[in-house]
């Protein structure tokens, strides 16, 4: 199936354009000092429409689809995963009210609201129902109180989305009890009732990572999201537009990986040992060899998974099948990538190495390796 036509290669061309002029030399910067993606930065995203490809044109958006949305995330990843990570924030916090979605939704596309999203805690990663995170009703407000672990962006987003517990769990099903809730925040600050401690990350620079301390937080009672939908139901709809979010991380690992294999290329053309340069030698072709076809392989899968859930149809086997064999391929890819540079690959002073911190953690964020075989194995057997 051809997946790629007129439009979508241009497209791509100007993100790779962008990607390599805006974006590559601001990670080979600041990555190394573990620096914040710079607003000048955001605001030439803003201006490539990069935060509203998938918004409607009604609220100033791209009106495009997930595929497009992966072309421009693979090309972002290339040069740093942190960018192509930044436009997720943008997704809107899945308003269905449609005065929300007019008020919202422009400052989205032009980057002026960003949101972070707190799900995960010291207890419950992968396993999202055993969240015990609490929100309770008391007249007009909700209080909130407990722990949540992995919220990137907390600190420099605008608004927060937080996974509760409303009820106590039910072992009938574990989902019911559960909502999520909508704040607005000042950029760079955290309001009253909410403390929160930077978690120290070998990766993944550009932005802090941050735990969150509910204590007593306040909030309306319209703070809780669904559009009346029953709380029950909340979990399983957050879960199941993860399969886009694994789509998404598929294309994020496969662009990282294209920086690592597009630098061992132009490393082994030029470094030269025993008179000849390295890329005479079959055992450093080989490897490069091996690379381009599994970042190949990635990618016509991601292309696969993204045309599906374009299309409305099923595709978390096919998603999961994305994510898993994209992220176990960018770990590989860049170990490869190190070792063809030697030495000077294991310095900061090549992005061989950021390459290949970030790849490892594509392997565990958005559900991790072992999650997406069980999600594949369960629909092959028929237990999902």
């Given at each position: 199936?051809?997946?790629?036509?007129e439009t979508r290669e241009l497209i791509q061309k100007t993100a790779r354009e962008f990607s390599m002029k805006e974006?590559?030399?601001?990670?080979?910067?600041?990555?190394?000092?573990?620096?914040?993606?710079?607003?000048?930065?955001?605001?030439?995203?803003?201006?490539?429409?990069?935060?509203?490809?998938?918004?409607?044109?009604?609220?100033?958006?791209?009106?495009?689809?997930?595929?497009?949305?992966?072309?421009?995330?693979?090309?972002?990843?290339?040069?740093?995963?942190?960018?192509?990570?930044?436009?997720?924030?943008?997704?809107?916090?899945?308003?269905?009210?449609?005065?929300?979605?007019?008020?919202?939704?422009?400052?989205?596309?032009?980057?002026?609201?960003?949101?972070?999203?707190?799900?995960?805690?010291?207890?419950?990663?992968?396993?999202?129902?055993?969240?015990?995170?609490?929100?309770?009703?008391?007249?007009?407000?909700?209080?909130?109180?407990?722990?949540?672990?992995?919220?990137?962006?907390?600190?420099?987003?605008?608004?927060?989305?937080?996974?509760?517990?409303?009820?106590?769990?039910?072992?009938?099903?574990?989902?019911?009890?559960?909502?999520?809730?909508?704040?607005?925040?000042?950029?760079?600050?955290?309001?009253?009732?909410?403390?929160?401690?930077?978690?120290?990350?070998?990766?993944?620079?550009?932005?802090?990572?941050?735990?969150?301390?509910?204590?007593?937080?306040?909030?309306?009672?319209?703070?809780?999201?669904?559009?009346?939908?029953?709380?029950?139901?909340?979990?399983?709809?957050?879960?199941?537009?993860?399969?886009?979010?694994?789509?998404?991380?598929?294309?994020?690992?496969?662009?990282?990986?294209?920086?690592?294999?597009?630098?061992?290329?132009?490393?082994?053309?030029?470094?030269?040992?025993?008179?000849?340069?390295?890329a005479n030698f079959q055992a450093i072709r080989f490897k490069i060899a091996e690379m381009a076809a599994e970042i190949?392989?990635?990618?016509?899968?991601?292309?696969?998974?993204?045309?599906?859930?374009?299309?409305?149809?099923?595709?978390?086997?096919?998603?999961?099948?994305?994510?898993?064999?994209?992220?176990?391929?960018?770990?590989?890819?860049?170990?490869?990538?190190?070792?063809?540079?030697?030495?000077?690959?294991?310095?900061?002073?090549?992005?061989?190495?950021?390459?290949?911190?970030?790849?490892?953690?594509t392997k565990i964020f958005e559900g991790t390796s072992e999650i997406q075989l069980r999600i594949i194995s369960d629909?092959?057997?028929?237990?999902?």
């Open positions: 199936m051809t997946y790629m036509n974006v590559l030399p601001v990670a080979n910067e600041l990555d190394k000092v573990k620096g914040d993606i710079p607003m000048s930065l955001r605001d030439k995203m803003a201006e490539m429409g990069y935060f509203g490809i998938r918004i409607s044109p009604e609220y100033g958006g791209l009106g495009l689809g997930i595929f497009e949305y992966c072309l421009i995330t693979e090309e972002l990843a290339r040069g740093w995963m942190s960018v192509a990570s930044i436009i997720a924030r943008a997704g809107g916090a899945g308003w269905t009210d449609e005065e929300q979605r007019r008020k919202y939704l422009p400052r989205v596309v032009r980057g002026e609201f960003l949101g972070a999203v707190a799900l995960s805690e010291p207890e419950a990663g992968s396993d999202l129902a055993n969240v015990s995170c609490r929100a309770r009703r008391e007249g007009d407000e909700w209080v909130i109180n407990g722990n949540k672990m992995w919220c990137t962006f907390a600190d420099g987003a605008d608004y927060i989305t937080v996974l509760c517990r409303t009820q106590d769990p039910d072992p009938a099903n574990r989902h019911r009890g559960t909502g999520m809730f909508f704040f607005e925040k000042e950029r760079g600050k955290f309001p009253p009732g909410l403390q929160a401690t930077q978690i120290n990350k070998i990766g993944y620079f550009g932005w802090k990572t941050w735990e969150l301390h509910f204590d007593d937080f306040r909030l309306p009672a319209n703070a809780l999201m669904g559009g009346g939908a029953r709380e029950e139901t909340q979990l399983k709809g957050t879960m199941s537009g993860l399969s886009t979010a694994r789509v998404h991380t598929a294309a994020r690992a496969i662009g990282l990986s294209r920086g690592a294999l597009e630098d061992s290329i132009t490393y082994a053309k030029h470094r030269v040992q025993f008179r000849q340069p390295i190949e392989a990635a990618r016509q899968l991601m292309y696969h998974a993204a045309d599906l859930d374009d299309r409305r149809e099923r595709c978390d086997k096919e998603a999961s099948m994305a994510k898993w064999f994209a992220t176990e391929m960018a770990e590989r890819v860049t170990s490869q990538a190190l070792q063809i540079h030697g030495g000077v690959g294991y310095t900061t002073d090549l992005p061989i190495e950021r390459y290949w911190r970030d790849a490892r953690l629909r092959l057997l028929g237990k999902g």
